[in-house]
């Protein structure tokens, strides 16, 4: 086969043209970025300097400075430029809330507010080419596939001042034809928690499950509504009727949600909990697992006083998860709880399972931490008694052991020291005693020695008190260094 | 031309249309990579204007990430890089360090620097790894662990990480590198915003040579000062920001950097977890998951993002560099003759008709045909194939194409994140970008050709990289309130 030779003085021709295309290309993309460099760096000197001049510095406003006279030379900027000046004191709304209300004032003398939401509604407010170019964005009001880039700021502007009255029209931005302008809507409905916007989430909650990729994700709307408050959970018994297990899901992780951020007592609790405890008891017998353990963990946190039948219910449940999120849930609850009914799930042959039980019964105060003791001192089990430390010792609880260490010859903390020192798993309470904190103690239990404590906590004791320094755990702890190993 | 058998002309010409393709195909995918990444990430970077950052760190309902750091012998930075892990600004989180049995002071300058105690831990690995030897723990920072191992190689170390993560969610972070803060959240954006259910999130590395850091984290962004590691700064530039964001766009992804990527717990377990088989194990991992979802979850997404962000050392020495270089060559021919059934199969989507035949065309095959252009274009030259003028207008173009596309992923720097501040970084960044193709391209390319030649013979090696060890100065840990009062996802 003869390969056909291209005709020489036709490639050289064409190199040259491309040759000269790329080196020309090169250089303009070169003298870009370089004339962008200078053109950002001077623009950020003079939108420095305006927002000096026009006083529109989070101190400046919160002082109540812009006079009738500022605030005609506002008006008279170019809206694109107005709107660079003010978006990033928008952006420190959240951090400093007196700000959201004195910015809420000025943007609505300037008639932002409604700029905001005519764009929202697709209704641009016209700006001519001289005062778009006065900032480097301005080119996105004529290019109309770009828009949604200004519907999306206007949305979150609406939503970092709280606007109320905004409401109907972010709801409506929720079926905008851009994913991030609901996304951003949605986020503003919640800052809003305007209860009227509930039935239209949870409308979208029903699409994110039905028309899969179509609308807003399930995690952003379970988010945001979240965010409102208990008073608003009778809207919510709807989804937790849907037929599908993930809008029956979310309702009762909106619920649990909304119920932890909720002060214990509070009257939502009391008038919700008649009309609740029959949705969860349905929920946590529900087909799918992943229901009934958010149903348990709602259900805990809604009965804050005593454990009800939907959370014994699913401490019983055969999937693990169900049992977890039950005994989570009550271990973050403030209230105590009998730890009788905790205690069994201390020998669970699921680990997680049992570590939420320790963490649940040591929310239980004293008489968890003495259930915690005895069924350290009973179990035969080396892994349980391993994880009992742990707990305590992230729980903070070693020195409080060894502060009552000799109390009383027979007391449970003496006997648990005794064990460890028997078990020669001492390294975490000498830690504890070589901390700061623990010197001042190991000096006070020097000095009680041989009074009450048993003759091997004495020698231990003693031992501890050789100690130099913390760092030298792996020299002291006992038996042979496993760091060295 | 009479020493020329017709034969072997007519091979030289076809050899010289080959150049021509392998160039115009390449460097017509990359130009078209960059228009796409130039328009994807200005547009990203106006919408971070209104990124839900601040609700995702607010959120309770934000999952919990376990970080998962592999290291064998990184006793000079590993503090740093688990410092950085633990100041990550995330909500609930758990950082596990794997020690992969090294031989230097590795664990015990995490010891002391994070006052370790040794904890007793069950270990029951569900992916199969080399034993675990000891665990180690601070009570004032619960959110940390560290594992010490027997040597297994950093495929083996992640899986102990993954047997160990209790998260929904895992990310990988080489024990060389320093995430930013907010890197965690900028990840986790894509997966919980988007419609789909994401099972990978990327980002991008930089390289943190010639910057200045303290307390796990950079405080002065600056270039370096030798010139191979200035080459490299750019190449990470093209790379990131051109490259892999435009295969991400295309929805044709097979490289997500394991030095910081945030990955579905659920789905790497299903495929069993990073795999020995090659020496990128990153790269084996997503076309693997792929492969998975093709086949099992049609609906599962990979994201790429350009802004969260970490820090990584690169080599400073032709040595390291070689090493480095060898080893990626070597990983991709590995990763492309594992995965070869995916090639030209529609099943596959974009992956296994573009992607992969892409990469085993340009990034491999292509590796050869510019090597064996060096030598037969010259020789095509002195047989009078090629006239004079026509060789240097080759080589100016290739040099001049290559500048472009450098100087172009400058640009894309320079209008979306501007990490470099000083106006003469920006020149410098130029300069380097347009001279990059002479002499730092023909290095790279003979590195590879040895990547190349290690595949061929079947070596299987993975090859360590030792790092110089940057200007990182740490002062003493100190533990924030969160470290010290959370519990975070452990």
């Known amino acids: 086969m003869v390969l056909p030779i291209p005709s020489l003085s036709l490639l050289t021709s064409l190199a040259s043209s491309v040759l000269a295309t790329v080196t020309l290309g090169t250089l303009a993309v070169a003298a870009v970025a370089m004339v ?29 400075k812009y006079s009738p006279q500022c605030l005609a030379r506002l008006r008279a900027l170019p809206l694109p430029t107005l709107e660079f000046l003010l978006e990033p004191l928008l952006l420190k709304c959240s951090s400093a809330p007196p700000l959201a209300g004195v910015l809420q004032g000025l943007c609505l003398e300037l008639g932002m507010i409604d700029v905001w939401q005519r764009r929202l509604l697709g209704q641009f407010t016209p700006v001519s080419l001289r005062e778009a170019l006065t900032i480097p964005e301005g080119l996105l009001h004529f290019v109309s596939r770009l828009h949604f880039l200004l519907r999306a700021r206007s949305a979150r502007n609406l939503g970092l001042l709280r606007h109320q009255a905004s409401w109907p029209i972010l ?34 909650m029903d699409k994110a499950v039905s028309e899969n990729r179509a609308g807003l994700s399930l995690y952003s709307l379970r988010a945001a509504l979240a965010e409102f408050p ?57 087909a799918d697992p992943r229901v009934r353990a958010i149903a348990a963990e709602a259900a805990a946190h809604l009965d804050f006083a005593v454990p009800s039948p939907r959370v014994r219910q699913g401490f019983e449940d055969a999937r693990r998860p169900v049992r977890t999120g039950a005994l989570q849930a009550l271990a973050e609850q403030p209230r105590p709880l009998p730890p009788d009914q905790i205690q069994p799930f201390l020998t669970d042959a699921q680990r997680t399972v049992r570590q939420a039980a320790l963490r649940a019964l040591l929310a239980c105060g004293r008489e968890g931490v003495s259930r915690l003791y005895e069924q350290f001192l009973k179990t035969e089990d080396k892994g349980l008694r391993n994880e009992i430390v742990e707990e305590l010792e992230h729980a903070g609880l070693l020195l409080s052991l060894l502060q009552n260490l000799g109390d009383s010859p027979g007391n449970l903390e003496t006997k648990v020291v005794q064990q460890l020192v028997s078990m020669g798993a001492t390294r975490h309470l000498q830690e504890a005693l070589t901390n700061t904190s623990g010197r001042h103690l190991l000096e006070s239990l020097l000095e009680k020695l041989e009074t009450h404590s048993p003759p091997k906590i004495d ?19 006992h038996g042979p260094s496993k760091l060295a190993a | 031309m009479d020493m020329w058998g017709p034969y072997c002309e007519q091979a030289l010409v076809f050899f010289n249309l080959l150049i021509l393709s392998y160039f115009v195909l390449g460097n017509g995918v990359y130009t078209g990579l960059m228009v796409m990444s130039l328009r994807a990430i ?71 620097a994070f006052r370790l105690l040794p904890a007793e831990l069950e270990y029951h690995p569900v992916l199969p790894t080399s034993p675990a030897r000891s665990f180690y723990s601070n009570p004032h920072i619960p959110h940390l662990l560290v594992v010490h191992k027997e040597r297994g190689g950093k495929p083996d170390a992640l899986n102990t990480g993954i047997n160990l993560c209790r998260t929904p969610y895992f990310c990988c972070l080489d024990a ?50 030798t010139a191979l590691e200035r080459f490299q700064v750019v190449e990470y530039l093209r790379s990131f920001l051109t490259g892999r964001n435009g295969w991400s766009l295309l929805g044709g992804t097979v490289i997500v950097s394991g030095a910081l990527a945030l990955f579905q717990h659920k789905a790497v377990m299903e495929v069993g977890g990073f795999s020995a088989d090659t020496v990128t194990e990153d790269m084996d991992l997503i076309i693997t998951l792929r492969h998975w979802a093709a086949n099992n979850r049609a609906d599962a997404g990979f994201a790429f993002t350009s802004d969260p962000v970490c820090w990584t050392e ?13 080893r990626w060559q070597l990983g991709l021919c590995q990763s492309l003759r594992k995965h070869r059934a995916m090639l030209f199969r529609r099943r596959y989507g974009m992956v296994g008709l573009f992607s992969l035949p892409f990469h085993l065309y340009v990034e491999a095959l292509g590796t050869i045909v510019e090597f064996l252009g060096y030598l037969l274009v010259p020789l095509s030259f002195f047989g009078g194939l090629i006239s004079p003028a026509l060789l240097i207008l080759f080589i100016l173009l290739g040099l001049a194409y290559g500048g472009f596309l450098s100087v172009g992923a400058v640009l894309l720097e320079e209008m979306t994140y501007r990490r470099y501040p000083r106006p003469r970084d920006l020149l410098v960044l130029l300069a380097y970008a347009m001279l990059e193709n002479v002499g730092y391209r023909q290095l790279i390319l003979f590195f590879r050709v040895q990547g190349i030649l290690k595949f061929l013979v079947g070596s299987h090696r993975w090859e360590k990289v030792i790092h110089e060890g940057q200007n990182l100065s740490s002062g003493p840990t100190e533990l924030t309130p969160a470290a010290a009062h959370s519990n975070q996802g452990r």
């Open chain 1, 230 to 286: 208990l008073s608003q959970a009778m809207q919510l018994l709807p989804a937790m009727r849907h037929p599908h297990p993930q809008v029956r899901g979310a309702a009762a992780e909106i619920l649990r949600e909304m119920a932890k951020r909720e002060p214990v007592g509070a009257p939502a609790f009391f008038q919700f909990k008649s009309v609740f405890d029959g949705e969860l008891a349905r929920l946590a017998s529900d």
């Open chain 1, 36 to 64: 962008r460099r200078w053109h950002h760096d001077r623009f950020d000197r003079r939108v420095k300097n305006l927002r000096l001049y026009y006083g529109l510095t989070p101190s400046g406003l919160l002082q109540g």
């Open chain 1, 171 to 204: 709801t409506q931005a929720l079926d905008d034809p851009h994913a991030d302008v609901r996304q951003v809507a949605l986020r503003s409905l919640a800052a809003l928690r305007e209860a009227s916007t509930v039935p239209a989430l949870l409308g979208q």
């Open chain 2, 42 to 112: 200005w547009l990203h970077s106006r919408r971070s204007a209104y990124q839900g950052l601040a609700e995702l760190r607010a959120s309770s309902l934000t999952p919990a990430v376990t970080i998962i750091v592999p290291a064998w012998n990184e006793e000079r930075i590993i503090v740093e890089t688990v410092r950085s892990a633990l100041a990550v600004d995330y909500p609930r989180f758990s950082v596990i360090v794997v020690d992969d049995g090294s031989t230097d002071s590795t664990l015990k300058r995490l010891a002391t």
């Open chain 1, 459 to 477: 020698a231990w004791l003693e031992l501890c008190a050789g100690l130099k320094a913390p760092r030298e755990w792996n020299k002291a702890s």
């Open chain 2, 176 to 225: 060389d590198c320093i995430l930013e803060r907010e890197a965690l959240l900028r990840l986790m954006d894509p997966i919980l915003n988007s419609p789909r259910e994401i099972i990978v999130s990327g980002g991008i590395v930089r390289i943190i040579n010639g910057s200045i850091g303290s307390n796990g984290q950079i405080v002065k962004v600056g270039l370096p000062r």
């Open chain 2, 314 to 326: 690169c080599p400073a020495t032709f040595s390291m560099l070689n090493r480095q270089r060898r």
